[in-house]
């Protein structure tokens, strides 16, 4: 008897975790919980097919929508148990911002954090989404960061860098939200943070100021012509099966996507002969698609905005170090400069699409154009991120104190880094038999105790 009311137990607890493990796909996906009744059904058919002596264990797992919702938000309160336990040990945290308007024209405060304790364990996350129906000002988004610091039970001395949507309300030093912050922080005896403006935004806005009106106008006027009609947009998509067309459509242009931009030049370079056949075929021939140098032009945009795109997402992801993405940053102001010196020359090696457009080109590469283009996108490059460029020296700094300049480094370190240095205590790394040679920055940081330890007991 008692083992029929333990296995009753265990299978109870069983469809009450299995029934957590839907609720949680489902508020991932983004999924309406009225899906959690389907899901069930689902499960009854294919338990009743492969394992129909199961079928009373999959029936007993509760997916209702009253249920489901109740799971996500247990499943909220304990997420938000576990961060606010790990906020209550950081050494230090950074915050990054943004703030969009949405459909509702309603603006929406988002709030990361991103914060490390005494373990170098890394914690990031979205904290918080303040709804703001009022005015914006930096004062009011203050006060929304205000409480999402007070709720995790934050120190104001221990903020140390600021990034942020580059809005006038967030990155004024007086009213802004920046200017808020620092008096705080001044008054709790810390120091002034970091201030950055977002690295994705700035990228996205450098490729957004380049003059190539003259490529993506008719490109974007010509795309809309084509999908503007329910009818003659399939007659184009069937036109392209036929054709064994390398793409099956041609997408819409979205300024507010990032890497919308590179994908409608590409494609459409791609697509251009059979848009051009198509075009004529509805008697609205587009004379730009026989312009040899305004083609030059199109397959030009679409290589660099496709290496714009590559950027991109090469400075996307988590857990990325600010030292890592200032790097990236100046490798691709040395890969424009390569770019800048190959095309001179006329050599594609990285731009594709030039390459294979010079077979039947019935012009001269338009030299002077990539040229100006090129030299547009190194000066946004060059202010844009100038703000990272101003804190090098401490970048440098942070990411190996031991190849830096014993007087760029903060004064209440440089004897500590000489001594170390003149000790030759890290000298001997890599011929320890360890993970440590091959960690990241973190865990360099982190092993750093345990390393010096080996060192010591190898020599002694």
């Known amino acids: 008897m008692q083992f029929v009311f333990k296995k009753k137990a265990v299978e109870k607890e069983r ?15 983004g999924k309406p919980f009225t899906d959690g009744e389907l899901i069930k059904k689902c499960l009854n058919e294919v338990a009743k097919e492969m394992c129909p002596e199961n079928v009373d264990l999959f029936s007993a797992i509760s ?13 909220e309160r304990n997420i938000k148990s576990q961060l606010k336990d790990k906020a209550s040990k950081f050494v230090c945290f950074s915050v990054a911002l943004d703030e969009s308007i949405d459909v509702s024209d309603t603006s929406q405060l988002l709030l990361f954090i991103r914060g490390i304790n005494a373990n170098f364990e890394i914690t990031e996350e979205l904290v918080s989404v303040h709804s703001m129906h009022g005015t914006t000002t930096g004062i009011d988004i203050f006060r929304e960061v205000e409480k999402s610091v007070a709720e995790y039970n934050l120190e104001w001395k221990k903020l140390k860098c600021i990034t942020t949507d580059g809005g006038r309300n967030m990155c004024g030093t007086k009213k802004g939200l920046v200017g808020q912050i620092n008096k705080v922080i001044e008054n709790s005896g810390g120091l002034k943070p970091l201030v950055l403006h977002c690295i994705l935004h700035q990228q996205a806005l450098c490729g957004k100021h380049l003059d190539l009106s003259s490529v993506l106008d008719p490109v974007i006027s010509t795309v809309n012509y084509i999908r503007s009609h329910g009818l003659k947009h399939r007659q184009f998509r069937d036109f392209l099966e036929e054709m064994n067309a390398e793409f099956p459509d041609l997408p819409y242009y979205t300024s507010v996507r990032w890497l919308s931009y590179g994908k409608i030049l590409a494609r459409f370079f791609e697509l251009r002969t059979e848009i051009e056949i198509f075009l004529n075929e509805k008697n609205h021939s587009q ?73 039947e080109a019935a012009t001269p590469f338009p030299n002077l154009f990539a040229q100006d283009v090129i030299l547009a996108l190194k000066q946004q490059f060059e202010e844009r991120f100038s703000d990272l460029d101003a804190c090098s020296s401490k970048l440098r700094n942070f990411e190996n104190p031991f190849n830096s300049v ?40 982190g092993s750093k105790s345990k390393v010096e330890h080996q060192i010591y007991e190898d020599r002694f």
């Open 406 to 445: 014993i007087g760029d480094l903060p004064s209440e370190l440089q004897m500590e880094v000489e001594y170390r240095i003149c000790e030759n205590r890290f000298y001997d790394i890599p011929r320890l038999n360890t993970e440590f040679v091959k960690a990241d920055f973190i865990t360099f940081q």
């Open 63 to 75: 997916l209702s929508a009253n249920t489901v919702a109740r799971r996500v938000e247990h499943i």
């Open 287 to 359: 004379v730009l698609l026989k312009d040899s140098e305004w083609l030059w032009k199109l397959a030009f945009s679409a290589d660099l905005t496709m290496h714009l795109n590559d950027f991109n997402l090469r400075i996307q992801g988590e857990t990325s170090l600010i030292c890592d993405l200032y790097s990236k940053v100046k490798a691709f102001r040395k890969k424009l400069i390569l770019f800048e010196s190959q095309l001179t020359r006329s050599c594609f090696t990285h731009f594709s699409r030039c390459d294979k457009y010079r077979q």
């Open 15 to 29: 469809a009450t975790r299995a029934s957590f493990h839907v609720a949680n796909l489902l508020a991932k996906k």
